[in-house]
T-cell receptor, first 111, second 110 residues
């Protein structure tokens, strides 16, 4: 158990819908990262938050947004979903200069 | 951005065999991590190894930063070692985001 929790584990929804994925980092970790794993793109960095502030942005679509709350949990919002958004979404957390620990992931299926 | 190449892409072993997985990267790195993704999809940290050698049980890893590669050794493999092994790196310019290789799919047969 990495200490990073993600909910829900599985999500099945329809095209055009909006979903929210939730992540709680390890106790004490200020950095939260979101990654997407799809069959055609592999594992890709989406976005990083540090202590509530956006720190870095990767290949994140404009339809996707994220935030980190004062209690350090983070949410990834995916809207106007398309079939191609079906993927495994991981959250990771780390301390300063530390290893990133990954949560169990949320498997999103868009039908 | 940095390129991360892993080899071989696929590896099939009999239980008890040893193996070496390789990760080449195209630029200097601040950090390198090895992960095992099990058949249930979970990413498990194996090593944080920007340079040098580390060992953890039957697994060990070596990173030669000056030559831009890392090796993961699995000895006396077990069926539970099956899954995908990823190498991921951080660079000075990329900040703390990880760039992943495409992975090595390992199958250990009984």
């Amino acid at each position: 158990d990495s200490g990073v929790t993600q909910t829900p584990k599985h999500l099945i929804t329809a095209t055009g819908q909006r979903v929210t994925l939730r992540c709680s980092p390890r106790s004490g970790d200020l950095s939260v990262y979101w990654y997407q794993q799809s069959l055609d793109q592999g594992l890709q960095f989406l976005i990083q938050y540090y202590n509530g502030e956006e720190r870095a942005k990767g290949n994140i679509l404009e339809r996707f947004s994220a935030q980190q709350f004062p209690d350090l949990h983070s949410e990834l919002n995916l809207s106007s979903l398309e079939l191609g958004d079906s993927a495994l979404y991981f959250c990771a957390s780390s301390g300063p200069g530390d290893t990133q620990y990954f949560g169990p992931g949320t498997r999103l299926t868009v039908l | 951005g940095i390129q991360v190449e892993q080899s071989p892409p696929d590896l099939i072993l009999q239980e008890g065999a040893n193996s070496t997985l390789r990760c080449n990267f195209s630029d200097s790195v601040n950090n390198l991590q090895w992960f095992h993704q099990n058949p249930w999809g979970q990413l498990i940290n194996l090593f944080y190894i920007p340079s040098g050698t580390k060992q953890n049980g039957r697994l060990s890893a070596t990173t030669v930063a000056t030559e831009r590669y890392s090796l993961l050794y699995i000895s006396s493999s077990q069926t539970t070692d099956s899954g995908v092994y990823f190498c991921a790196v951080e660079t000075e310019t990329s900040g703390s985001r990880l760039t992943f290789g495409e992975g090595t799919q390992l199958t250990v047969n009984p």
